[in-house]
């Protein structure tokens, strides 16, 4: 069972435009060309932060139109958030607050043994490397630069910290990195 962070980012290191829009990604490619739907057949429980749920309350139309449901998951999902936002129907919902730990220790639980999603954002990822929980990363990085917006991860990380496990060419618009996360006595 691993922790993983799987996005996307422009070249210059951004997951969203400020005001989190991901117009730019939808023209670079095919999800169910790329490693996705491995990826999330191999995904037990999933985690988020507030601004990711909220942009798919709002795009809910266009998330159907591609996932063919307006919640696309069918794994319990951990949404951190300080407010209340509103449920969608036949989601696995959970909201929560405060320290990444205890989250994680609930999504292991009901993983069944499968990996966890860190799905967004940035700050949400860096909580669990803070916490010395992310043992991977897999960024697929588009052909585009945003010059401001959301970054992929607010963290300083060494270069020691993260190694290279494969690179893959996706199509002419992506590439995917996968990391694998270092920690010392691992």
């Known amino acids: ?3 993983q962070y799987y996005t996307a980012t422009s070249l210059d290191g951004f997951l969203a435009t400020e005001d989190d829009s991901l117009d730019w990604l939808f023209p670079l490619g095919d ?3 790329s490693s996705y739907p491995e ?4 995904v ?3 985690a988020m932060g507030a601004s990711t749920y909220e942009w798919m309350l709002r795009h809910a139309e266009r998330v159907a139109a591609e996932a063919g449901a307006p919640w696309p998951y069918t794994q319990p999902a951990w949404v951190f958030t300080h407010r209340e936002l509103p449920r969608i129907d036949g989601a696995q919902l959970h909201f929560v607050q405060g320290d990444v730990r205890a989250v994680h ?3 292991r639980a009901r993983a069944g043994g499968r990996n966890l999603w860190i799905v967004g954002g940035g700050d949400l990822a860096g909580q669990f490397h803070d916490a010395g929980l992310l043992d991977e990363l897999i960024v697929q ?7 401001r917006g959301k970054p992929l991860f607010p963290r300083r990380l060494p270069s020691s910290t993260l190694r290279l496990q494969s690179v893959r060419q996706l199509g002419t618009g992506m590439v995917e990195l996968r990391y694998h996360v270092h920690r010392e006595g691992r």
């Open 1 to 3: 069972m691993k922790t």
């Open 31 to 33: 999800l169910n060309a």
């Open 39 to 42: 990826f999330i057949a191999g």
């Open 44 to 46: 037990g429980a999933l």
């Open 105 to 107: 220790a609930q999504m």
């Open 141 to 147: 990085v588009g052909s585009v630069t945003l010059g």
